[in-house]
């Protein structure tokens, strides 16, 4: 079973950015949908974006026109580039396989570590 990990966070000012990385271990081209969660302190943990292996991307309102998910097959990688980040963009962020069920975006993997962005205002 294809494990994924998560790089790339840290310690952000308002209104920088930063790009996630989503490594796989294994080949992820049979993998259909892969996307990004965040958990917020305090908060559950909520869908942010997914990318379907025909390139379709989903993004969250919450997040449109700041942050854009991608995916290299051939690195075996899923990244999330943050843009314009807010405090409240503050979480550990997540990658996951995913599914879709009707109309919504489901998360279909166990949960890795994740990678903690702080952002500074």
């Known amino acids: 079973q294809v494990q994924l990990g998560e790089s790339g966070g840290g310690l952000v000012e308002a209104g920088g950015s930063l790009k996630l990385s989503c490594t796989a271990s294994?080949?992820?081209?049979?993998?259909?949908?892969l996307g990004w969660y965040r958990q917020a302190p305090g908060k559950q943990r909520e869908l942010v974006a997914a990318?379907?292996?025909?390139?379709?991307?989903h993004v969250e309102d919450f997040v449109k026109g700041r942050f854009t998910i991608s995916r290299d097959n051939a690195k075996n990688t899923v990244y999330l580039l943050l843009n314009s980040v807010k405090p409240e963009d503050t979480g550990v962020y997540y990658c996951?396989?995913?599914?879709?069920?009707?109309?919504?975006?489901?998360?279909?993997?166990?949960w890795g570590q994740g990678a903690q962005v702080t952002v500074s205002s």
């Open positions: 996951n396989k995913m599914f879709r069920d009707g109309g919504r975006w489901m998360a279909a993997g166990s």
């Open positions: 294994g080949d992820i081209s049979s993998i259909d949908v």
């Open positions: 990318i379907t292996s025909g390139g379709y991307m």
